[in-house]
């Protein structure tokens, strides 16, 4: 080979192996910054060990969330990812469930066999979370319940709950909507109720007939399931009212989804929402705020969705080896009216 072409030949290699070179750095990269696999992402920098369990100088959690199915859900897949995702502290694993039970049982599945530190689970429903969770207990890796309760005999399947009262939630709707229209008057009211099977819905509906159930003149005249949803939540109040009409007094929503989908059915109607049919829901919302502000809607029963900070402090408490609490309970309150709804409106966070 004449010395030019060596030279040439020496240059064509020597380039040819440093593209490999880039193109393999590349593709490690983009695997440990979290590409989407099987609906799983991956936030904060992974530093797996020599075995392969992830990272050993964060703390790592799985959080299986179980969708978007309303703007409290968002919300509350935010605060996680905005606390843990973005952390020195933490490595987050995150799996979007999409309303499916058996996705969050393969998520959690994939969370023991990578081994991580800590279990984050809303659970879309109460039952059903023996096997698997008795698979996270024998990998030692302790389980936080997020926002929804679950259903277990061996109570040792999960170390604590972070979210809510729904019953006080419902007790409270009632006591404010009966309140309002006055303990005296004959009200017939129709149920937007969530997923079916959800802690949040089972409990809504118990705590909201508590206080009913007390009254002679407060019916609860029709209940059907809207699945948290705005879409599914109009489509039952356009149900309610073709049976019921001018019948109904009042629409009590488990999420602010389904009131504001019953408040379009209700316009479509040709009745006024918040005037003849009066709307009391749980959530707090913006779009809620907005619609008791414009007198569209009633009374606004809160549920703090921004779990993110007490996730994180528990998971630290615990890798610490600290005691947590059983249930940690997130503060809130109740908003009645237009004014109420306007003043409070700047300040609201989701
Ligand atoms: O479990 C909490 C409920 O789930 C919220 O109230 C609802 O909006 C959500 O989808």
Known sequence: MKRTNR???ILFASLTLLFLL???SGQEGASSKGEKKEGTTTSGTSGNDAEG???PDKIVVGFSQIGAESGWRTAETESVKETLGNSDEFELKFSDAQQKQENQIKALRSFIAQKVDVIALAPVVESGWETVLTEAKDAGIPVILLDRGIEVEDESLYTSFIGSDFVLEGENGAKELINLIGEDVETNIVELQGTVGASSANDRMKGFKNVIDQNDNYKIIKSQTGDFTRSKGKEVMEAFLKSDGDNIDAVYAHNDDMALGAIQAIEEYGLKPGEDIK????????DIFEAVADGKS??????????GPQLAQAAKDLMAGKEIERWIKTEETVFVGAEEAKAALPDRQY
């Open 279 to 286: 709307i009391v829901s749980v959530d707090g919302i913006g």
């Open 53 to 55: 369990n992830a990272s």
């Open 7 to 9: 030279l040439m030949f």
């Open 298 to 307: 009633n009374i606004i029963v809160e549920c703090n969705p921004l779990l």
């Open 22 to 24: 880039a193109a393999c």
